[in-house]
T-cell receptor
Framework: AQSVTQLDSQVPVFEEAPVELRCNYS??????LFWYVQYPNQGLQLLLK??????LVKGINGFEAEFNKSQTSFHLRKPSVHISDTAEYFC?????????????FGQGTELSVKP | GAGVSQSPSNKVTEKGKDVELRCDPI?????LYWYRQSLGQGLEFLIY????????KSGLPSDRFSAERTGGSVSTLTIQRTQQEDSAVYLC?????????????FGPGTRLTVT
């Protein structure tokens, strides 16, 4: 079975400061890794994904994440946040292959950017 | 183009009643997923369709929950004899195919409140 742990439920940060949202996963088989963002009263939107290749993945809105296989981590970073980044962020995994891509999500991290 | 749409956006029902939630995926997307988002349980996978077949129903919480998909397009999630613990946001997502590398596009969700 797969599981995802997001280590911080809430992260308050000031505008223009850097931020890191932490994600660790557990799986006995190969997985793909994803970060999704959910703005208030909206559905989820894909920020970025790691399938293979370079372990540093760049996504939309200036976010990036680094896959670390030895530490089973996939932390999300942004060097300078904006008020508009206030949202809930979800880390997720899915088992590789062609048997369907159900996502296993972490509990979410609420990012609150203050002026 | 049009994204994933869900209806109704909000549904309030009395305990014991049946409800139907509808999902219209992106045209041409053969894979369709249902998830549930609740305060206590976070984001949980419910069921996955490939075409009209459901190879993975492992997330359905009880036999009160069922889903179908017709014409490889619209899907309906039915909850019979609703209970208060069914209160949640039900999210639908679609993707191009059964590979887990494909991005899932999420709808805005249906907020179900059982009174």
């Amino acid at each position: 079975a797969q599981s995802v742990t997001q280590l911080d439920s809430q992260v308050p940060v000031f505008e223009e400061a850097p931020v890191e949202l932490r994600c660790n996963y557990s799986s006995s088989v190969s997985v793909y890794l994803f970060w999704y963002v959910q703005y208030p009263n909206q559905g989820l939107q894909l920020l970025l994904k790691y399938l293979s290749g370079s372990t540093l993945v760049k996504g939309i809105n200036g976010f990036e994440a680094e896959f670390n296989k030895s530490q089973t981590s996939f932390h999300l970073r942004k060097p300078s946040v904006h008020i508009s980044d206030t949202a809930e962020y979800f880390c997720a995994v899915s088992v590789t292959g062609n048997q369907g891509g159900k996502l296993i999500f972490g509990q979410g991290t609420e990012l609150s950017v203050k002026p | 183009g049009a994204g994933v749409s869900q209806s109704p956006s909000n549904k309030v029902t009395e305990k014991g009643k049946d409800v139907e939630l509808r999902c219209d995926p992106i045209s041409g997307h053969t894979a369709l997923y249902w998830y549930r988002q609740s305060l206590g349980q976070g984001l949980e996978f419910l069921i996955y369709f490939q075409g009209n077949s459901a190879p993975d129903k492992s997330g359905l919480p009880s036999d009160r929950f069922s889903a179908e998909r017709t014409g490889g397009s619209v899907s309906t999630l039915t909850i019979q004899r609703t209970q208060q613990e069914d209160s949640a946001v039900y999210l639908c997502a679609s993707s191009l195919g059964q590979s887990s590398s494909y991005e899932q596009y999420f709808g805005p969700g249906t907020r179900l409140t059982v009174t």
